[in-house]
């Protein structure tokens, strides 16, 4: 069974910095391509971030580049999402998902999601 | 980038009803296109990816339709579990957009 576990959320003060990580099991990790999407309270689905199975293709929403960084260890079956320069816009559950295949080009359909996380952004 | 827009933004239906809800991409996304269904407090669930290919598992009541700028999701007879929220996707860029979504009511 496919199963994607988020941590690393909480309150955090305008200008921090925040990491979250994305434990994945049941399926082989380095296969495919992973995204994080976000969703604030009451609003839509907000793409952030995308990572290739290799790392060796990275996208990112305008409204996060340059303060956002999204990594994976495939040894540890993990995805994470470095968040620096937080805002209060931010404030989001943040979604990890599976994408279908290993490469951001070929489907950007996410077929798996984890509960997510939810990230605070306050004073 | 691409903009993704939604119709209606809200709909009431009946259990039985054939409902349709439309997508438009601000330019041509060929067939990059995906459906979603997110229910309240859960995580969103992949019907339809590709505009027209149904994922495993989903009823066969669910179907996606066009290419270009303009898509449908169809669902041929509402079923009590479809009242939900719909979002479509654009995967055609990796800047995977998101339409505003169309929630279905009762």
């Known amino acids: 069974e496919v199963q994607l576990v988020e941590s690393g959320g909480g309150l955090v003060q305008p200008g921090r910095s925040l990491r979250l990580s994305c434990t994945a099991s049941?399926?082989?990790?380095?296969?495919?391509?992973m995204h994080w999407v976000r969703q604030a309270p009451g609003k839509g689905l907000e793409w952030v971030s995308g990572?290739?199975?290799?790392?060796?293709?990275?996208a990112y929403a305008d409204s996060v580049k340059g303060r956002f960084t999204v990594s994976r260890d495939n040894a540890k079956n993990s995805l994470y999402l470095q968040m620096n320069s937080l805002r209060p816009e931010d404030t989001a559950l943040y979604y990890c998902?599976?994408?279908?295949?290993?490469?951001?080009?070929?489907?950007?359909?996410?077929?798996?999601w984890g509960l997510g996380t939810l990230v605070t952004v306050s004073s | 980038d691409i903009q993704m827009t939604q119709s209606p933004s809200s709909l009431s239906a009946s259990v039985g009803d054939r409902v349709t809800i439309t997508c438009r991409a601000s330019q041509s996304i060929s067939k990059y296109l995906n459906w979603y269904q997110q229910k309240p407090g859960k995580a969103p669930n992949l019907l339809i990816y590709?505009?027209?290919t149904l994922q495993t598992g989903v009823p066969s009541r669910f179907s996606g339709s066009g290419s270009g700028t303009d898509f449908t999701l169809t669902i041929s007879s509402l079923q009590p579990e479809d009242f939900a929220t719909y979002y479509c996707q654009q995967s055609y860029t990796t800047l995977f957009t998101f339409g505003p979504g169309t929630k279905l009511d009762i």
């Open positions: 990572i290739s199975w290799s790392s060796g293709a990275i």
């Open positions: 049941g399926f082989t990790f380095d296969d495919y391509a």
């Open positions: 998902a599976k994408d279908m295949s290993a490469n951001l080009y070929d489907s950007g359909a996410s077929d798996y």
């Open positions: 590709k505009a027209s």
